[in-house]
């Protein structure tokens, strides 16, 4: 059981860091456009990006955290 903890632990620590570093890049890519759009229209549109973007960084550390709650609780029996 041991073993599938630091395992999966590796894994969600990798997939948040990939997440973070694209999420950063995206997040920045969109700010810029939204700055010099050049129309409104897609000054909005890049507003909803940042939007999405934050949104979804956010449910990917959640994720994160609920793996480690329901690793956590999990009998130390069954391992």
Known sequence: MAQLVSLLNSWILLG???????????????????????????ALEAQRWLGRIA???LGVELAGVLTHVLLSAVPRGLG
């Open 55 to 57: 949104i979804g960084t």
């Open 16 to 42: 948040q860091e990939l997440i973070a570093s694209l999420g950063t890049l995206a997040f920045v890519c969109a700010f810029i456009w939204r700055v010099v759009a050049p129309s409104p229209h897609s």
